[in-house]
């Protein structure tokens, strides 16, 4: 596989790549001690901060597309995928949480609702225990981040170590649905993003495995709502897992979406969207 490096440039020059074209408005943002983050803003009214999954926050455009005919929708790249600059001392998820939090400062974003998808709900809970001051709610889809039995339990799939076929079944309830899904048909601006895309999930996830160890100890600290969503055909984690996850914030609520896995924000867009939307109802926006 190239370096991390070598991958970034040879992204950086390219555009994004995308199922579908939109009307975003692509941004830098400069974020302390220096770190460039490049994000979308789309749409007016309550914001919504977006943190995407493995796939990158351009598959996530139908849910976008939603959410913005009634908010604003702040969709970054995460450092590492995609476009944005890795920092070469970032390690873990928390160098992540605490560029988002700086962030949400420098945008000057309040009564933020924050809606993290799979690896991006765990940047979301990192980011809540340490600073929800300035968040209204959040929405988790499928988490991970943490272990909710013990050390031998193998509560997430090893994403490493399974085939692309498999992985596809157990992340959409249709592989059909995978945007990703033949990457000898796709372009080579598709295929160095992907590629890019897994080798940074490696570098934050592969030791330990898809969870910080401290995490689950320290999610009392989120005080705002949650809901967490599961689709019910996730083979990805399972429902005890969700279940586990929800059961240590202070107030989360589950919600299972019917033809859904584990990507469920692309197998059911309208149904996380409304959901997404009904939170912020109760929220009082």
């Known amino acids: 596989m190239a370096s991390s490096d070598a991958l ?6 390219m555009r994004c790549p995308s199922r579908k074209d939109s009307q975003r408005s692509l941004e830098t943002a400069l974020v302390p001690p220096g770190i460039v983050v490049d994000l ?32 604003e929708v702040v969709a970054p790249t995460h450092p590492g995928f995609g476009l944005s600059p890795l920092p070469k001392w970032f390690e873990t998820v928390e160098d992540i949480a605490y560029t988002y939090l700086s962030l ?3 945008l000057d974003l309040r009564n933020v609702h924050v809606v993290g998808l799979q690896f991006g709900a765990w940047v979301a809970a990192e980011m809540a225990i340490r600073d929800c001051s ?41 592989p059909q649905n995978n945007p990703l899904r033949d990457l000898k ?3 080579r601006e598709t295929v160095l993003f992907a590629a890019r895309n897994e080798e940074a999930l490696a570098t934050y996830t592969w030791e330990p495995y898809m969870h910080n160890p401290r995490l689950k100890h320290w999610l009392n600290r989120i005080t705002v709502p949650v809901t967490v969503i599961r689709g019910d055909q996730d083979r990805i984690t399972d429902a005890d897992y969700s279940r586990g996850f929800a059961d240590l914030l202070p107030r989360a609520a589950l919600e299972v979406i019917p033809g859904a896995a584990h990507c469920a924000q692309i ?5 996380v969207a409304d959901i997404i939307t009904n939170a912020q109802t109760k929220e009082g926006f």
């Open 8 to 13: 970034f440039h040879a992204c950086r020059g």
């Open 40 to 71: 979308q803003r789309v749409g007016s009214g309550t914001p919504i901060l977006l943190l995407h999954g493995v796939e990158g926050v351009q598959e996530d455009h139908d849910l976008i597309s939603r959410l913005s005919e009634n908010h």
């Open 104 to 106: 949400l400062d420098v």
């Open 134 to 174: 300035r968040m209204s709610g959040m929405t988790l889809v499928s988490p991970v981040g943490i272990k909710t039995g013990g050390p031998m339990d193998r509560e997430i799939v090893d994403v490493f170590a399974t085939s692309r076929q498999n992985l596809d079944s157990a992340r959409f309830a249709d």
């Open 185 to 187: 048909a796709a372009s």
């Open 267 to 271: 197998d059911q867009p309208g149904q």
